[in-house]
């Protein structure tokens, strides 16, 4: 073997492997899927202020949300990536399968925290700007750090976090705090657990071998079911609070009635089915329903105001 080839096998034995991350890998890392809800209800708190702001206002403002939230996803996936490489859920993401440094997604997420949240004071207001920044922190330290690895309430309590772009939102636009965003904050915090421990009763295997807490795997499964149905039961009127309250249609009102109450029902079966397959099968009917159930409460909110600042209805 000559010394050049044998020079060549040296080096590409004893070189550390360096992950080569593509541009999709810190897409992934911002949690897009995750983003989209809270773009789109942070978008509900913009249009519901009384005098709606400059479309350039409120563009910047949903940018910085949304950078804000991508951010907070992020830094989740930077502390978890030792939970993340033992689920099957999750294993693929960039840095347990070992295309992303961890090093190189802490600094990607704070260089975005800071510059969201201070995007956000300059175009709109620091009332805004501080909710935002609460908001990651929340989810960032608050859940990810503490709650997620402590205590079965990890998903009722750190839901505050999913639930804060509204009143983000609201304040961009207003400056303040009002009772319309207060009412979409409830909906979507009292919608998380149900929404959560639904996945959590078919991954419960997952949860067990990362050591999280979950109640399914704390409390039982039975416990979490009866949890599930409760919280179930609360969400379905809530839903409606915002066409009973005025800032929402009747149209609004039918169809978070008659959605809120399927909810209830996937509820129920979720709590009558307990063995096997018909089980898992409730379980996951009633986690995919969820986010179609949120998702059209907020976008009928949406839709509707769009339609009245454009003079149509």
Known sequence: MSDASYLG???????????????????????????SLVVLTALAGIVLAPVPPHPLIAFT???????????????????????????????????????LEPESALAFGLVL??????????????????????????????????????????????????????????????????????????????????????????????????????????????RTRLEILVYAVLLAPLGVAPWLMGFASPVYGAASAVSGAYLVWLAAQVYRKREGDAARRASMKLFLFSISYLFLLFLIIVGERALHLAGIV
Do not use: C, E
Not at 184 to 211: E, M, N, Q
């Open 9 to 35: 096998d040296h080096v590409q034995r004893v070189s550390p492997r360096i992950p080569v991350a593509s541009p999709s890998d810190y897409v992934l890392l911002l949690k897009p899927r995750v983003m």
């Open 113 to 222: 925290s800071m510059l969201s949240v201070f995007t956000l004071g300059f175009a709109t207001n620091w009332l805004a700007a501080a909710l935002l920044s609460f908001t990651i922190f929340f989810y960032v330290v608050i859940y990810t750090m503490w709650l997620k690895r402590s205590t079965p309430q990890n998903i009722v309590i750190g839901g505050a976090a999913g639930a804060l772009p509204p009143m983000v939102g609201y304040a961009a636009a207003t400056g303040q705090i009002g009772l319309a965003s207060v009412i979409l904050f409830a909906i979507i915090f009292v919608w998380t657990p149900p929404h959560f421990w639904a996945l959590a009763l078919v991954k419960s295997d997952d949860y067990g071998r990362a050591g999280v807490p979950m109640m399914p795997n704390v409390l039982g499964a039975d």
């Open 61 to 99: 403002a949903i940018l910085a949300i949304a950078v804000g939230a991508g951010a907070s996803g992020a830094l989740n996936m930077w502390y978890d990536a030792d939970i993340d490489a033992v689920m099957s859920r999750t294993a693929q993401r960039p840095i347990p399968a070992g295309r």
